[in-house]
């Protein structure tokens, strides 16, 4: 029973333009929401978190937008780098974190 | 800071054979997770400790899985017997408390069972 869903497997972007990545969710008990990168052989890596009371927020050149009655999160990624190539997990909680399949991010030079 | 370490990295075991794994938190944090990933999947929950008691194990395949935390720091998971669908990467995460706090990921332990 998946949860939290990832629909795209990969996605690739060039330089310097916006990078948009997708999750949904199914049970509407989640009060928290989270983004990870994830470089080959090393752990995920925390990116950016919302809470269910609010609808967006920002840290730099990521924002993370919360569509509740959607059960829709996503990752805004503006301008993207090379450096930003990895796979990114969204993840939900309630008393218990549940994550998607990841989205490969490849930012073209 | 010091971030979470694991041990060992890799490992590779015959079906059968047991195994265990070793996590160190960031100091401080109170919350820690062991998670298996499988190839093309994302981190799975299999236990997670606050201080060295149980917060939730109902993913964790008690047959053959146990893992302790004892003095609320270190903490090991043991697989005994390990299967074919065992093979996976191991994940440990800490986090300074319960509920809407980050974790923070280990490189994992990369098990491979033949």
């Known amino acids: 029973d998946q949860q939290v869903k990832q629909n795209s497997p990969s996605l690739s972007v060039q330089e310097g333009r916006i990078s948009i990545l997708n999750c949904d969710y199914t049970?509407?008990?989640?009060?928290?929401f989270l983004w990870y990168k994830k470089y080959p052989a090393e752990g995920p890596t925390f990116l950016i978190s919302?809470?269910?009371?609010?609808d967006k927020n920002e840290d730099g050149r990521f924002t993370v937008f919360l569509n509740k009655s959607a059960k829709h999160l996503s990752l805004h990624i503006v301008p993207s780098q090379p450096g930003d190539s990895a796979v990114y997990f969204c993840a939900a909680s309630s008393n218990q974190f549940y994550f998607g399949t990841g989205t490969s991010l490849t930012v073209i030079p | 800071e010091a971030g979470v370490a694991q041990s060992p990295r890799y490992k590779i075991i015959e079906k059968r054979q047991s195994v265990a794994f070793w996590c160190n938190p960031i100091?401080?944090?109170?919350?820690l997770y062991w998670y298996q990933q499988i190839l093309g999947q994302g981190p799975k929950l299999l236990i997670q400790?606050?201080?060295?008691?149980?917060?939730?194990d109902s993913q964790l395949p008690k047959d053959r899985f146990s893992a302790e935390r004892l003095k609320g720091v270190d903490s090991t998971l043991k697989i005994q017997p390990a299967k074919l669908e065992d093979s996976a990467v191991y994940l440990c995460?800490?986090?300074f408390g319960l509920g809407a706090y980050e974790q923070y990921f280990g490189p994992g332990t990369r098990l491979t069972v033949t």
């Open positions: 049970n509407s008990m989640f009060d928290y």
């Open positions: 919302i809470s269910s009371i609010k």
């Open positions: 400790f606050q201080n060295n008691g149980v917060v939730d």
């Open positions: 995460a800490s986090s």
């Open positions: 100091s401080g944090h109170a919350t």
